[in-house]
């Protein structure tokens, strides 16, 4: 899927909201009720709530769970079968993120130009154009390459006005953010050597607090207004809330969550039970949240290598997209670099860019690691994330 391409949602949200609603279903089960027994009563210590019904999913003995009590199974009131909501188009999601740079002070594209737009550049005057560029967590190499760009533009071209030094930093801009980079989101559904259909299944990771189980809920609202059917796994089983919260986001637009109620349970498990369920379920997508521990390189690899290593049973990976909070700068790159070399990312996720002026972290994190930013976080509402656009990324850096 071209990310490019939601913008159709324009057309199908009221079909297509109605259409997540019949297929997805919710089922709500009642606190105190039966519970439902695994399709050949082996015990499973994750449960999936607000799924149709049909058989649960079983994990392997491996995975060495206890068998679950009722309390597992029991969708709490608070979070039970909520109005369904339809998800906004990501076509005025675009312009908000213009609106937003634009009111975050001073922008980085509007600095640079009032600097680039005096008469006769001097040598303190680059020097103010490097600093602007470092101060904005653009990375010293990305930096160093701008300068000797437009230097190189001026001595060529001579720069003769504020429009012409506009239409040479938005080039060169748009150079470094890239492009020609593949920026679309592999969550097509495939089908197994024995014919059966493998949904995509997408795995976030990232540091706490980065904005992980956000981004899960605000991707599946993306998805399910895309007409994907979808199916949550909470494999952050670390924090007590994250499964409960990543509930609420897929209730919200009649997502199934797969899930465990016992605090610190296995996130492999539950993450392969997620999968198992997206292919008895015939979903389109499965996304899984994790937690973001990270105590030590050995102990994220450990626990994400087991997570990829259980997932792989049943369907490869599609996507690996790196959570990383954009006001972190150099802290969040070092960060990145540690996921980047455990995780096999293949996406960065950059949220919170709504509070911060400082966009050059998304040439420094790509550069980082070799992949490119597909996504970013425009503010906590539901609807706050759009699909990265570079055009449109710059055009809002450069805007007065
Ligand atoms: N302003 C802003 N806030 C965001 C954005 N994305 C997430 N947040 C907020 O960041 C906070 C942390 O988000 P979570 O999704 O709980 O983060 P997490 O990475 O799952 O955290 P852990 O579960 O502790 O690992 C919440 O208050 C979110 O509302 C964004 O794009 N902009």
Redesign the pocket.
């Not at 990232?206 to 605000?218: A, L, Q, W």
């Not at 950059?350 to 509070?355: I, V």
């Not at 970013?376 to 906590?380: A, D, N, Q, V, Y």
């Given at each position: 899927m071209d990310l490019n391409d939601f913008l159709p949602y324009l057309i199908g949200i009221p079909v297509l909201a109605a259409g997540a609603a019949a297929a997805v279903g919710v089922r709500r089960r009642r606190p105190g009720g039966p519970t439902p027994p695994p399709a050949d009563g082996a015990p499973s210590g994750t449960a999936v709530a607000d799924r149709p019904s049909g058989p649960s999913p079983v994990a392997p003995d491996v995975l060495d769970r206890p068998a679950p009590g009722v309390d597992d199974l029991v969708v709490p009131e608070d979070l039970a079968a909520p109005a369904l909501e339809t998800p906004e188009p990501t076509a005025g999601r675009l312009r908000r993120l213009r609106e937003r740079l634009a009111r975050s002070g001073s922008p980085l594209g509007t600095r640079l130009l009032g600097v680039l737009s005096r008469d006769h550049l001097t040598e303190d005057d680059w020097d103010e154009l490097e600093e602007t560029l470092l101060l904005a967590d653009v990375g010293a190499g990305p930096t160093d390459e701008l300068i000797a760009a437009l230097r190189t533009r001026v001595r060529v071209d001579g720069l003769r006005d504020g429009e012409q030094a506009r239409a040479v930093l938005r080039e060169q801009l748009l150079a470094l953010v890239d492009p020609s980079l593949d920026r679309s989101l592999a969550t097509t559904p495939t089908t197994g050597e024995d014919g059966t259909r493998v949904p995509a299944v997408v795995l976030v990771v990232?540091?706490?607090?980065?904005?992980?189980?956000?981004?899960?809920?605000?991707l599946a609202r993306v998805l399910v207004a895309d007409g994907s059917s979808v199916v949550l796994g909470a494999a952050?089983t670390?924090?007590a809330?994250?499964a409960d919260?990543l509930q609420t986001w897929g209730s919200r637009v009649g997502v199934p969550t797969v899930r465990s109620d016992r605090d610190g349970a296995d996130p492999a498990a539950v993450a392969f039970d997620a999968v198992r369920t997206g292919v008895a379920d015939g979903a389109d997508v499965v996304l899984v949240?994790?937690?973001?521990?990270l105590q030590n390189k050995a102990g994220l690899m450990d626990e994400l290598g087991k997570i990829t290593r259980v997932i792989t049973r049943t369907a490869p990976l599609s996507e690996v997209l790196l959570?990383l909070?954009?006001t972190t700068g150099q802290n969040g790159l070092n960060q990145a670099r540690v996921f980047g070399e455990v995780a096999g990312v293949t996406g960065i996720v950059?949220?919170?860019?709504?509070?911060t002026a400082k966009g050059g972290i998304v040439v420094a994190v790509q550069r980082e690691l070799g992949v490119p930013v597909k996504l970013?976080?425009?503010?906590?509402g539901p609807d706050?994330?759009a699909p990265f656009d570079p055009e449109a990324f710059v055009d809002g850096l450069l805007q007065a």
């Open positions: 990232g540091v706490n607090g980065t904005g992980k189980t956000t981004t899960v809920g605000k952050d670390f924090r809330a994250a919260q949240d994790t937690a973001g521990r959570v909070d954009a950059l949220t919170k860019l709504d509070g970013i976080g425009l503010g906590e706050d994330l």
